[in-house]
């Protein structure tokens, strides 16, 4: 195992960004960074340098133009492509461990009208939106829900890196 300092937070966050639509997160294997970085530099730089599963001469790479002001997120973008020993893409959190932890969360109050309202958010079409509006009107019940799902968060991060070789630095996160 290799012993590096990780900011759970950051992890948390790229975790918790599960549409990855805009932008998606590498872990750098030898800084411990959290790198971000844009959708559409990342495929702009896997049609540079892939023909279909194949890489290409990278020689041709030089003849690519592109605007000065992406230049360094794409070369970036193929430096994850290229040094995939070093980068390692954050997996989103699984929606169907969140949800379990917010059915369980509900299930553990007590007080009826906080109870009801996050049940019926629940079991909307758009539940999580919804669990996180319900929660809005109960501060004391939106606190405690943050301090499970950051518990919960933090032992997800710790397993997945234990997964790929890394253990964090104990007073990091």
């Known amino acids: 195992m290799k012993l590096l300092k990780i900011d759970f937070n950051e992890i948390q966050k790229a975790m918790e960004d599960v549409s990855r639509d ?14 971000t970085i844009s959708v559409d530099a990342l495929e702009g730089a896997k049609s540079s340098l892939y023909k279909g599963d194949e890489l290409i001469d990278e020689s041709l790479l030089e003849a690519y133009d592109m605007p000065e002001w992406i230049e360094d997120e794409v070369e970036f973008a193929i430096r994850i492509f290229s040094e995939k020993q070093r980068y390692v893409r954050i ?36 539940s999580f939106s919804e669990f996180k509006k319900a ?25 997945w890196l234990e997964s790929i070789g890394i253990k964090p630095e104990q007073a990091y996160h």
């Open 22 to 35: 805009a932008f998606d997160y590498f872990l750098d294997l030898e800084t411990g960074e959290i790198k």
């Open 135 to 159: 929660l809005s009107n109960f501060p004391e019940h939106r606190k405690k829900w943050f301090a499970l799902n950051a518990g919960a968060m933090k032992k997800t991060i710790a397993e």
């Open 91 to 126: 997996p989103e959190r699984g929606s169907q461990e969140v949800y379990a932890l917010m059915k369980r969360f509900t299930e553990g109050i007590d007080e009826l009208k906080p109870h009801d309202e996050l049940s019926a958010a629940l079991n909307s079409p758009s």
